[in-house]
């Protein structure tokens, strides 16, 4: 049995359903469909989880929402008349778009909650009903029925190990299930979310939790890309990788596949295939369990992403006190703030943030603490730092992989941050300011895989 996710790319509108139909027809063992919010149908369109995000927002802010209702429901109704899905189906995605507001929530941050779900809840109740007019018995589940059961945290949950105990029970016969991608339930019985992206981790769960075979990611690209292709012009698709090299890439900004989601089909050891709903016959790429792959390249990728920031502090004989990373720690905590990466030095230290998940008056708050309570020489908040990543499982083995990187990046010119190496035996992460990103990702690139192919040749020898 395979689990297969469509992602909103691939959901945006009438003409690409009937592709995921016919994917979904041309092989009986794709029984488990999840659906994603319908995506964006052109460049500049946007997402309906967007759409229900500023509906949520016009509905916090007490202002009129009537048109962004429309405007959102114009979407369904788009789809479903593509199939010639009843208008009693339509009508009643209409009425629980309506009807959104007028249910009582905890507080606003399960309000945004409940609101964005119901683009991919409306959109899985939707393909069924297509599913069903073309023919194919299918039903929609709803993850409540199936025991989705996550973290008491609105817009950022995380899977409960109940849930699995609960998929063992799930049976399913000729019919195919349509499951909503992005939320479950809080134990207490409210909607809560994923974080953005997170239609590919309910994927995963479905997939370790049913014990599939394989889990099928339908998105609209051919493969994954050894770097991004919005960043790096025509890059090699990456046709085998492992689990791991998947998880720090798409950490560091392989946004085609959720960092998160890979978790749960290690945990499953459930294989990954990574496919375009708009060229299904090509092999697309696989991601596999680290001892099913024995080829080792120094460099299988190389992302980068936007999304940090950094807090530098140094203090003369730093590394002779003790206890002062613990009061750093003890400031966060008291902010409910995590840090992704701490490198440091003798007398410095980088604390690396996510920068979305801060607000301005938390960095503030946080900020005046470590001053007061620790005494800096210097305190530093770097608001647009960067970080790339070049993982591979082949790095161990090969010497001189940290040279490859940073030459090309001395010979155009980008100053390097910080390098963090051996951490993680895979990866080598760097850090740079936002605006040289991109240019870092790109002559790393074309240094190992256009300029000098040699240096990232595939090792087929025992690792070091
Ligand atoms: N290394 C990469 N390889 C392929 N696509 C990538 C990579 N890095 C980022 N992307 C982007 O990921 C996009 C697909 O992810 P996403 O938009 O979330 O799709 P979906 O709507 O199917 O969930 C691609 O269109 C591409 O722009
Ligand atoms: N629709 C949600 C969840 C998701 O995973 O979407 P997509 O599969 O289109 O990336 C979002 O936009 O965040």
Request: glycine share 8%; hydrophobic share 40%.
């Amino acid at each position: 049995m395979k689990v297969v996710k469509f992602g909103g790319s691939s959901l945006a509108d009438a003409a690409h359903v009937q592709k995921v139909i016919n994917i979904v027809q041309s092989d009986p063992d794709r029984k488990v469909v999840v659906t994603s919010a319908p995506g964006k149908r052109f460049s500049g369109d946007v997402k309906v989880t967007d759409l229900l995000i500023q509906y949520a927002n016009a509905i916090i802010a007490g202002t009129d929402a009537t048109q962004i209702c429309e405007t959102i429901f114009a979407r369904y109704q788009e789809i479903g008349n593509g199939f010639g899905v009843p208008a009693t189906i339509l009508d009643d995605i209409k009425q629980k778009l309506i009807a959104l507001p007028t249910k009582s929530y905890p507080n606003d941050d399960y309000l945004m909650a409940a609101f964005k779900a119901h683009g991919e809840r409306l959109n899985a109740e939707l393909f069924a009903a297509c599913l069903n007019e073309s023919g194919e018995n299918a039903r929609f589940v709803d993850p409540s029925e199936a025991g989705i059961l996550l973290s008491d945290d609105p817009n950022g949950a995380t899977v409960l190990e109940k849930t699995y105990d609960n998929l063992a029970h799930l049976t399913y016969g000729d019919e195919k299930l349509v499951f909503p991608g992005f939320f479950g339930f809080s134990e207490d019985g409210n909607i809560v979310t994923f974080a953005r992206g997170g239609s590919d981790i309910t994927g995963s769960i479905l997939a370790a939790g049913l014990h599939a075979s394989l889990y099928e990611n339908f998105t609209d690209v051919d493969a994954i890309f050894a770097a991004n292709p919005k960043v790096v012009n025509d890059p090699l698709p990456i046709h085998k990788m492992t689990f791991r090299e998947m998880r720090e890439l798409s950490y560091a900004g392989f946004s085609v596949f959720n960092d998160e989601a890979i978790i749960p089909a290690i945990q499953g050891q459930v294989p990954i295939n990574v496919k375009n709903t708009n060229n299904p016959d090509l092999p697309g790429t696989l991601i596999v369990p680290e001892e099913d792959f024995t080829s080792k390249r120094p460099v299988t990728g190389i992302a980068g992403s936007n999304r940090f920031a950094a807090l530098y502090l140094h203090r003369y004989l730093l590394n002779k006190e003790v206890g002062f990373t613990l009061k750093i720690l003890q400031i966060l905590y008291k902010y409910g703030v995590s840090y992704e990466h701490m490198p440091s030095g003798i007398d410095d230290l980088t604390i690396i943030f996510d920068r979305t998940q801060l607000d301005r008056d938390t960095i503030k708050k946080m900020c005046r603490d470590i001053q007061s309570e620790l005494h800096p020489d210097t305190l530093d908040w770097i608001d647009d730092y960067a970080i790339i990543m070049v993982v591979g499982e082949g790095m161990r083995a090969r010497v001189g992989t940290i040279e490859n990187i940073i030459r090309p990046l001395a010979e155009h010119n980008i100053p390097v941050h910080m390098i963090n190496q051996g951490a993680s035996r895979i990866s080598i992460m760097l850090g740079t300011r936002q605006s040289d990103a991109d240019a870092a990702v790109k002559y790393i690139y074309e240094h190992f895989f256009r300029e000098n192919p040699s240096v990232n040749r595939i090792e087929y020898q025992a690792e070091v």
